[in-house]
């Protein structure tokens, strides 16, 4: 299974931000684009995730994995396939215990009760802060904030994952545990596209594309 973009365009009014832009992402690989500030990195995500409506942009292009395209989908449907770790990851943190935070996505997904607390638990320990459960995300660091942030993703158990400069803002220790965490992921063949401009997260990737000036590039090329 492989995550395909394929000649996707995105604009905003009558400005392209992304022009014709094509990658896949195999089942356990990680992939890093990279670029310069506005290059329209972040809009990449946006754009895969399904939600660029919600920025006013407009698009053209098809998004699949596998035989599916995601915007065929439904909500359910598209997160058993695509989780999404934003770079203001912090701003959609909206539950005031850690453990409600990771309850909520699969609650919505009407994933039984049982199988809900079996998700948190392991994303919990997978993600290695099983001692932050029954904090409040208030009192959080914000390096444990993003850990709670990619502990509620997985809960989702979806088959491929995006990492919006997933380790932004949080100190080098914390960098370290991230990029860990996305090593197993692959090992358990969740396929990651990861948008980076730190040097040590893209020695992690597989492949790496380059972004700049709304049109992607391989950088072996």
Not at 18 to 45: F, H, R, W, Y
Not at 131 to 147: A, F, P, T, V, W
Not at 150 to 164: H, P, Q, R, Y
């Amino acid at each position: 299974m492989k995550l395909t973009v394929e000649n996707l365009t995105v604009m905003f009014k009558n400005r392209i931000i992304l022009d014709n832009v094509s990658l896949q992402v195999e089942a356990g690989e990680i992939v890093a684009v990279v670029g310069p500030n506005g290059s329209g990195k972040s809009t990449l995500c946006t754009a895969i995730a399904g939600v660029s409506q919600n920025y006013g942009l407009s698009t053209v292009g098809r998004i699949r994995i596998g035989d599916k395209e995601l915007s065929q989908l439904s909500i359910h449907e598209r997160c058993a396939l695509l989780g999404v770790i934003f770079q203001n990851s912090d701003n959609f943190l909206f539950s005031q215990y850690v453990e409600d935070e990771l309850r909520f996505a699969p609650e919505n997904l009407c994933v039984p009760r049982a199988e809900i607390e079996t998700r948190i638990k392991e994303a919990l320990d997978f993600t290695g802060i099983s001692y932050l459960r029954h904090r409040k995300i208030q009192e959080l660091s914000g390096g444990e904030k993003k850990l709670v942030s990619i502990a509620s993703v997985l809960t989702m158990m979806s088959k491929f994952l995006i990492a919006d400069e997933i380790t932004s803002g949080v100190d080098e220790d914390r960098k370290v545990q991230i990029r860990e965490i996305l090593r197993k992921l692959a090992k358990d063949n969740i396929g990651i596209l990861m948008i980076s401009h730190n040097r040590n997260d893209i020695e992690i990737a597989d492949r790496i594309y380059v972004l700049k000036d709304g049109k992607l590039h391989d950088r072996t090329d």
